[in-house]
Structures are given as C-alpha cells and as structure tokens.
C-alpha cells in the first residue's frame, strides 16, 4: 500500500483516472504518524484486495485539518472522530461509508483518568486540578469529558487550576503519566491501547468516569465521490470480514482495536446525539479554554 505524502489535486472521481483513493485520518492514537497509521491500514489492505483499489494514506496534523481536506477536494476517505464527522456533514461534503462493529455495537466511551497515588474519586474532586484534554475537537478527548466536568457541576474555566490542550488521546495520557497534570480526558479504546503497548501500567491509573456510550469513530467519504464508486466502497466494507484471504486480524478499527465487522448501512441521525452535546460546547467556549491553556 502506498503512503500519501500530498494531499491535493483532483479526486480519482473527477478526472476519470484510476487513482488511488486518498485516505486522511484524524491523528487520535498513535502518538506518531506511522502509529496512527498502522492502526488502520490493515482493513484498507483488506479492502483493497478485494476490490483492486489503491489507498494512500496519510495523518492530519489536527481534527480540523482532515474535515478542511475532505470538504476542499485534499481526501476522498477520512476516518474522523463523531464531532468531526458531524462538521463535515454540516458543511454537506460528507457521506457515511462505515463503522466497525463489536459484539454487535458500534459504541465507544470517553473517559476521565487520574493516578491511583492521588486523592482524585470523582469529577467534583478536579476543583482546583489541572486537566489534560486532546485536540479540542476530538469527541471523548474534549468534547464528552468537558460536557461531563460541566454536567457535574463545576466550570472548568474557572474551577480547574490549569487545562493542558494536547494533540491526540495519547498526549492527554502522556501528560498524567508524566505528572504534568492531575487527570487526563481521553477515550477507553485509547487507553486500553496504550496498556497494551506497555505505555500505562493500569494498576497506576483510576477511572474517575466514564460516559455515556457515544456513536462509534466511522469512516467517511467525499460527497463528490462517484455513486457507483460510493457504492462498491460500501459493498466491500460490508463484506470484508468474509472475503477469501482475509484474516480476522486484518478486521480493524478505532486505536487498531480488532473489531467484528464494518457497519455500511448505519443511518446518520444515529450521530445526532453527537451534534447536541457539540453545540453545548460553542466557539466561544472553545476560545476561552484555548486561552486559559495558553495562559499556564
């Protein structure tokens, strides 16, 4: 498979030739371009021996950054966080392509973390606490983890005594590891990956919360993309677990994590959920903790 070093240009639908497909993906894991990366190329391995489709891959320097590729012609196929797909679906240059499924659910959660070692129980014990949070447009490494400081009555920016904005979910955990701050905001599949990969010893981290189950990281597509190309990209998805030569172990998703199955056939509106906890989280709130964080 080759890797995309630019982004630019016309998409394989619009200048008719055979192309590889440009595949952008939010930078939430990982912690390294070639990390994030190796979390997904697996499944569009698998789906391009199936349909003879090239895929070219690369990582977004931010979740703003893959929503302006998609919606100026930069990517065909993003894989984007709920909220990221929600502002590309508003701004009407994206389409639905697949979710992966596990045990029959396409759900992940948010979480908030703190050490062990440290008095922290509950969200209400984060007053006058420094917080770690991922991009600021990531779902449940800001989006859910705030809404839920909120929900339980404190003001993060004027409750908390300093919020560190990192990059990606690994950077939020990086930073409570490190003791740079006293909890972290970043997803249960984010978290578990890193216990994998020897990053986190568990027995030094505490679940403070965790949310509600949120719609699955799916993959998205180009608006402009050719029906009939639309089409095929969602009939391989939805097969590829069952495709001749593919291993279960190619079947990946969100942090790399095995997963069942791809889900094309997922309304949008199940994402709406998404959208109402967003917009409780407005730009103007977004400005105040970027300036908060740049203050400390």
């Known amino acids: 498979m080759a890797i995309l070093l630019a982004a630019s240009g016309c998409s394989p639908a619009e200048n008719g030739k055979n192309e590889a497909l440009r595949v952008i993906l939010i930078p939430a894991d990982g912690g390294t371009e070639d990390g994030t990366k190796a979390?997904?190329?697996?499944?569009?391995?698998?789906?391009?021996?199936?349909?003879?489709?090239?895929?070219?891959?690369?990582?977004g320097q931010s979740y703003a950054t893959v929503v302006e590729a998609l919606c100026n012609n930069g990517a065909d196929i993003a894989f984007v966080g709920p909220v990221t797909y929600i502002q590309a679906r508003n701004r009407g240059c994206a389409d639905l392509l697949a979710v992966g499924v596990?045990?029959?659910?396409?759900?992940?959660?948010?979480?908030?973390?703190?050490?062990?070692?440290?008095?922290?129980?509950?969200?209400?014990?984060?007053?006058?606490?420094?917080?770690?949070?991922?991009?600021?447009?990531?779902?449940?490494?800001?989006?859910?983890?705030?809404?839920?400081?909120?929900?339980?009555?404190?003001?993060?920016?004027?409750?908390?005594?300093?919020?560190?904005?990192?990059?990606?979910h690994a950077d939020s955990l990086a930073a409570l590891i490190h003791g740079q701050?006293?909890?972290?905001?970043?997803?249960?599949?984010?978290f578990e990956k890193a216990v994998g990969e020897g990053a986190v010893d568990p027995a030094t981290i505490r679940v403070i919360a965790r949310s509600a189950p949120i719609p699955y990281p799916p993959l998205i597509?180009?608006?402009?993309l050719d029906d009939g190309l639309k089409a095929k990209l969602r009939d391989a998805f939805a097969t590829v677990d069952k495709a001749p030569g593919i291993t279960p172990e190619m079947i990946r998703g969100y942090a790399g994590k095995r997963v069942d199955?791809?889900?094309?056939?997922?309304?949008?509106?199940?994402?709406?959920?998404?959208?109402?906890?967003?917009?409780?989280?407005?730009?103007g709130f977004k400005a105040s903790v970027l300036k908060k964080a740049s203050e400390q």
């Open 221 to 224: 597509m180009s608006s402009r």
């Open 181 to 190: 701050v006293d909890a972290s905001a970043l997803s249960f599949d984010s």
């Open 261 to 283: 199955r791809y889900d094309t056939s997922l309304s949008p509106e199940k994402f709406n959920i998404v959208g109402t906890v967003a917009a409780r989280l407005d730009d």
């Open 39 to 59: 979390d997904y190329k697996p499944v569009f391995q698998a789906v391009s021996r199936m349909t003879g489709i090239d895929f070219d891959i690369k990582v």
């Open 102 to 168: 596990e045990n029959d659910q396409s759900i992940y959660y948010a979480g908030l973390f703190a050490r062990t070692a440290s008095p922290i129980r509950a969200i209400t014990d984060l007053r006058n606490k420094r917080v770690a949070f991922g991009d600021i447009n990531s779902t449940s490494s800001f989006i859910y983890p705030m809404a839920m400081i909120i929900d339980a009555g404190l003001d993060p920016l004027h409750d908390l005594s300093k919020i560190r904005i990192t990059s990606s």
